[in-house]
């Protein structure tokens, strides 16, 4: 971006965006932590309703600036008007939870979705300026389909931890590890339905050649599957209080990631010759390792202290 435009505008628009998704977020948190999770919903149906004019305007003269600028005003009128409109409906008796408890129960967590970003980003950009490819493009756009993957994987990490308070006897552990069994069998078979049709329709809409994008589809279907296989392994680890494993396998992707992308930089070769493919894999592979093992260490230590 910044080679085509001012960085001073491009550093006042990306700032903007930034803004404006943060300010959806607090309102998000603000209504979630007092038990009202529906008005999170008006907010994010008010977002869609107001992009929806901006996306028609953008559809006539197409760029990243107005995209951003018509996605950042949508948020934030959505995000100031729900705060207004209901800011009366909150009920007053509801219980509330602190910003900083929430951030220290989730700081293995962010610490693990902040390195998860370095590792993703930096073949990308490495690949991108080095090799001259689009590979990072094609990448990006293809990896929008596996987000409501990630929609699934965080919804299965809220539902086991919700019920983490029956993992106090053996029986409840037992529970959980017929949820694990079921959601591993359903979410392998879910996911290669849900890649095979989400791969092929983003595809014909963004009009993307089968030649070059035949590569990226089989590494990113591999990582999904892998994705399927972790998530309520992962999920149930985190049930049972062990998040701090996920940290581990993240510092093991980022030191990957950083490694591949050195090797590039330097014109050595990586596996795949494909940087970005490279660390999906890895990363992929890692997190089913590490959160197996980790499940059945959890699991054996877990039994032994219930006796």
């Known amino acids: 971006m910044g080679a085509s435009e001012n960085w001073l505008t491009v550093a006042l ?12 977020d607090f309102v998000r948190y603000f209504y ?21 004019p901006t996306s028609i305007l953008i559809a006539f003269q197409p760029s990243w600036i107005a995209f951003a600028i018509g996605w950042s005003t949508s948020a934030s009128i959505a995000a100031a008007g729900t705060a207004l409109i209901l800011r009366r409906k909150t009920p007053s008796f509801a219980r509330q939870v602190p910003l900083r408890g929430t951030i220290k129960l989730g700081r293995w967590s962010g610490l693990d979705n902040l390195m ?5 980003l930096v073949p990308m950009a490495i690949a991108t300026l080095t090799l001259t ?26 539902s086991f931890s919700l019920g983490s308070w029956r993992l106090s006897s053996i029986e409840g552990i037992e529970n959980l590890r017929g949820q694990v069994r079921r959601g591993v069998r359903v979410l392998l078979l879910a996911t290669v339905i849900y890649v095979g049709i989400a791969f092929a329709a983003i595809m014909f809409l963004a009009e993307l050649p089968w ?24 999920a149930a680890s985190s049930a049972l209080g062990y998040q701090i494993i996920g940290v581990y396998i993240r510092i093991a992707v980022v030191a990957f990631s950083l490694s591949v992308s050195w090797a ?13 493919g490279a660390v999906a894999i890895a990363s992929s592979a890692l997190g089913l390792i590490g959160w197996g093992f980790g499940y059945i260490i959890a699991l054996r230590r877990e039994k032994r202290l219930l006796g």
């Open 211 to 234: 030649s070059s994008s035949a590569r990226v589809v089989a590494i990113l279907s591999i990582a999904a599957l892998f994705g399927a296989w972790t998530s309520p392994i992962a």
């Open 32 to 52: 979630i932590s007092r038990d009202s999770p529906q008005f999170s919903v008006v907010m994010d149906g008010f977002f869609i309703f107001t992009l929806a």
């Open 264 to 276: 590039v930089a330097i014109g050595l070769p990586v596996p795949l010759d494909d940087p970005i």
């Open 116 to 120: 998860s970003v370095i590792a993703n």
């Open 13 to 24: 628009i990306t700032t903007f965006f930034v803004i404006s998704s943060l300010g959806m």
């Open 133 to 158: 490819t689009p590979l990072a493009a094609i990448y990006r756009v293809l990896q929008t389909a596996l987000g409501p993957l990630n929609i699934v994987n965080t919804s299965l990490i809220a």
